[in-house]
């Protein structure tokens, strides 16, 4: 499976972007797919997860909130709305896919950046 993330840009604090993850090859035995993002200095954090399904979005505290995690079954597209963004939210934010097991995050797209200013 190969992922592709858009949808990242320049936004205000207070302002929303929602960003895209399209999967396409073979989503065979996909379980889950992730929404990462790296911060300037800073180590990977978690944003959140969707099972493939589209059920049961799970997001960290550090966006718990302001984000909504959805997917778009026909299209195998995920999506990560973000709203209220703050200055910390600015990063490039990637998404990938996991199996049930082993639980290792794979096929990492690209990365979009998200850069919030005030």
């Known amino acids: 499976v190969q992922l592709q993330a858009s949808g990242g840009g320049l936004v205000q604090t207070g302002g929303s972007l929602r960003l895209s993850c399209a999967a396409s090859g073979s989503t065979l035995g996909i379980y889950a797919l992730g929404w990462f993002r790296r911060a300037p200095g800073k180590e990977r954090e978690y944003v959140g997860t969707?099972?493939?399904?589209?059920?049961?979005?799970h997001y960290g505290d550090s966006v718990k909130g302001r984000v909504t995690i959805s997917k778009d079954n026909a299209r195998d597209t995920v999506y990560l709305q973000m709203n209220n963004l703050q200055l910390e939210d600015t990063a490039v934010y990637y998404c990938?896919?996991?199996?049930?097991?082993?639980?290792?995050?794979?096929?990492w797209g690209q990365g979009t950046q998200v850069t919030v200013s005030s």
């Open positions: 990938a896919v996991r199996k049930n097991y082993p639980r290792d995050w794979f096929s």
């Open positions: 969707i099972a493939w399904n589209g059920r049961n979005p």
